[in-house]
């Protein structure tokens, strides 16, 4: 839908976001719904769940749900630019710390640095959960089916692909 | 012993330089087969891969590989292919183990992505997204939890992420603001406290 200006504002932020992603590209979905639903109104609430709905039925890394907001909102333009930036980034950092890191593993910061951000990935989890929770459901019984998936998976070792399944399925009946 | 499949990196920049060469067309396509398997992430599929499988890394090799892509900003699993590429064959490998990586999930998940805006809007599709996106949602639940409950085990823990939640959900802070400012709050509260 938007010019080449807007394209660029969005592989801007996303390659700042590929920074900002400590703890993997689930810590980055409060502020990647802001940026895509809330500022730019680029997409709905129930697109962005969907499309993240839609990254977790495909294989490979979460990182791919990055991928499908670039093409929702650009196209494979989009998508490709999307990947890039939230790769990029990141993966020049992670490639110079490959002939860092062993003289990191031993000093005193870097298990200060560790310990010392384990509690900012785990409230940013919380919130993802929050979020993509409140922002799925469109009924009461989207909370159910949210809080008895959940439930599921943390008690069984099911592969979660049925679980989006059957929750499919209850969506076509007409249940959510 | 190493007969020429692209510059290794040893010395000081690996504890001990690998004694195994690992070929770019190889990572390529471990990290192929990786990024084919797993579902709403791929960590588990990585170690098999790595650790058991192709046997180029020891279990404690992978944990502290893992422990580095998790301090290292970008998504985790990106983070170890191209410390396990550079690692074995540098730049080269660590391009063609990202390539391998992310080629097929891509192409795979555009055509999810062309099939949903094509019949996206028909009734039956629509309702069936909407009890999918719920059970993503409890997908994501379920791992904050089990990220959560070995975590939040003391006040400063709690007290740390109560606040980020509180910027980023309620007051919605942009986070580079939330981690600029609580990122050094959490890491000098440690500081203090540990002698």
Known sequence: MSGNDGLWGFIVHISLLSLLAIGGVNTILPELHRFVVLDNLWMSNEQFTA????????????????????????????????????????????????????????????KLLRSGLVPLTTGLMITSAWLLTAASAQSSLGYVITAATACVVLMTRINPLWLLAVAAVAGVAGFV | MNTGAGPLHDGESVQAPPALTVSVTELFRAFLLVGLSGFGGVLPFVRHMLVEKRRWLTASEFTEVLGLSQLLPGPNVVNISIYVGARFAGIAGATSALLGLMVMPVVLVLCLGAAYTRYGDLPAVANAFRGVASAAAGLVVAMAAKIAWPVLRSGRTITIAAMVFIAMAIIKVPLVWTLAVLGPVSILWIWWRTP
């Open chain 1, 51 to 110: 499309l993240f709905a839609l990254a977790q039925a495909a294989p490979g890394p979460n990182v791919i749900f990055v991928t499908l907001i670039g093409w929702q909102i650009f196209g494979l333009i989009g998508a490709l630019a999307a990947t890039l930036a939230i790769c990029g980034p990141a993966t020049i950092i992670a490639y110079v710390a490959t002939h860092l890191s062993t003289q990191w593993q031993h000093l005193r910061w870097f």
